[in-house]
């Protein structure tokens, strides 16, 4: 599903990424751990085409990212990756369910259709029964399920998650954890997911360290 080759990333004069490669299979959910610093997150950003890389090639489902404008980037993003952040990034004046929808009104399906499948999304996530609530007045983990949510939208080939339990309590942190491993069994969605979470990590298929800009 990812194919990573050889990537690496400078900012001015300090090399963060030292020609990095991965694979990663689909339905399989990879964690990257390693500490702060050790270049984690400009590699997510990379693979999601939110930044670029100064060499080296991604390739996600058999679409190779090389050579696309910004246009055709952005375009293959809204329909290819999902994002999960530590910060939920929901829309403050939208309904839970209006949130789901975005990703889909953006791509151009018709509102009806794009209510319809935020409404299975949102029952897919046990968040049926918020899905006229805004941001505010849901729990932050009532808030990292509707995120997830909206991740699935378009049905896209990855989800990219970086740190989705670093701002959640124990008790929140298990239930998204294991809402991760209960999507991969039901729609066998393909995650990798940036954590500091070392129980989430062990749940993994795979475990993936980072140190120093390069995978160890």
């Not at 060499?55 to 990212?65: F, P």
């Not at 509707?146 to 989705?164: F, G, H, K, Q, T």
């Amino acid at each position: 599903m990812i194919k990573v080759e050889n990537i690496v990333k400078r900012f001015g004069n300090l090399e963060v990424l030292h020609g990095v490669s991965l694979e990663v299979a689909r339905g399989e959910i990879v964690s990257i751990v390693g500490a702060s610093g050790a270049g984690k997150s400009t590699l997510l950003q990379i693979i999601g085409t939110l930044m670029d890389a100064d060499s080296g090639s991604v390739t996600i489902d058999g679409i190779s990212l090389e050579g696309m404008n910004d246009g055709a980037l952005s375009e293959f993003r809204n329909k290819h990756v999902g994002f999960v952040f530590q910060f939920h990034h929901l829309l403050e004046e939208f309904s839970a369910r209006e949130n789901v929808m975005m990703p889909m009104l953006i791509a151009g399906l018709s509102r009806r259709d794009a209510e319809c499948r935020a409404d299975e999304l949102l029952q897919l996530v046990s968040m049926s029964h918020r899905a006229e609530h805004r941001p505010s007045a849901l729990s932050g983990g009532e808030q990292q399920r509707v995120a997830i949510a909206r991740a699935l939208a378009n049905r896209p080939s990855v989800v990219l998650a970086d740190e989705p339990t670093g701002n959640l309590d124990t008790a929140t942190r298990d239930d998204i954890q294991r809402l991760f491993f209960d999507l991969r069994e039901r729609t066998n969605q393909t995650f990798v997911i940036v954590t500091h979470d070392e129980a989430l990590a062990q749940m993994s298929d795979r475990k993936i360290v980072m140190s120093d800009g390069s995978i160890k």
